[in-house]
């Protein structure tokens, strides 16, 4: 599901109140990159060859595969931080809570409710997401959701956003600062924002915040984070793939 209104069917009254936007989806845009495999070649090399690392570039693929996976499966990390990629990320604001916590390798720059006023579009999860958590804490599953449980969740959702952005709005026009009026938002909001990262802080990100079956060291992430971290795991792909490799062959444990 991408974004919709909400419809009459959802609110009695849709010409007397705001229009709101739900969506079910992240976007996740590449909007700069400077990185390859060579990047960790030469990086890696000038150990041994100093600066003539640089010559060595081209010369027998194979053993350059190999370097790779020595670095990987031996934790050789710094080779794998000269390279750089910015992301344009488009999520909900609590998606966002748990993104920065990771700050080694990160930069980040966001959408400001301070400066401009925030647009009325907001996160339901659609009918693919696991509503339902069963067991205590630490030890616990997602299950299913019914079309009950999606339809309440939906309409108690619409209603609180519709809610919450009349009051937003409500604030705006009295003169209020967009500064102190954002405190009516919900972290259902979307935000969006540049994150700038390296290979290196990449592979940690997604070892905490993606679930994969190569994984050596299980995560259990959110799964609205782990939709942001699929799309981007799928652009450093292309862009490294002899490093994205031995990544996966290595368990998915950052070096």
């Known amino acids: 599901m991408g974004r919709t209104p909400l419809t009459s069917a959802d609110d009695p009254k849709p010409s007397t109140r705001t229009d709101v936007t739900l969506r079910s989806d992240v976007t996740v845009e590449l909007v700069k990159s400077s990185a390859s495999d060579s990047d960790v070649l030469f990086a ?19 053993r350059s595969k190999g370097l790779i996976n020595y670095l990987m499966r031996d934790r050789h990390g710094s080779p794998f931080e000269h390279n750089s990629m ?11 809570r748990e993104f920065m916590r990771h700050r080694v390798g990160w930069s980040y720059n966001e959408e ?9 579009v907001f996160y339901v999860p659609d009918t693919s997401r696991k509503l339902v958590q069963e067991g205590r804490p630490g030890k616990y599953v997602f299950v299913e959701g019914t079309p009950a449980q999606h339809a309440t969740v939906r309409h108690v959702l619409g209603e609180s956003y519709h809610q919450a952005y009349e009051a937003y709005q409500k604030l705006l026009a009295e003169g209020v600062a967009r500064e102190v009026a954002r405190a009516a938002l919900p972290v259902g909001l979307y935000s969006s924002m540049y994150a700038t990262c390296n290979a290196r802080s990449l ?13 050596k060291v299980p995560s259990f992430p959110q799964r609205e984070i782990e939709m942001v971290g699929e799309k981007m795991e799928a652009e450093w792909a292309r862009l490294m793939p002899l490093t994205y490799s031995a990544f996966n062959a290595n368990g998915r444990v950052a070096p």
């Open 44 to 62: 890696a090399r000038v150990s041994t060859l100093g600066e003539q690392s640089i010559e060595e570039l081209q010369k027998d693929p194979e």
């Open 86 to 96: 910015t992301f344009l990320v488009s999520a909900p604001i609590f998606v966002f």
């Open 112 to 120: 400001s409710g301070r400066y401009r006023e925030l647009q009325p």
């Open 203 to 215: 592979m940690h990100f997604l070892g905490l915040r993606t679930q994969h079956e190569l994984a």
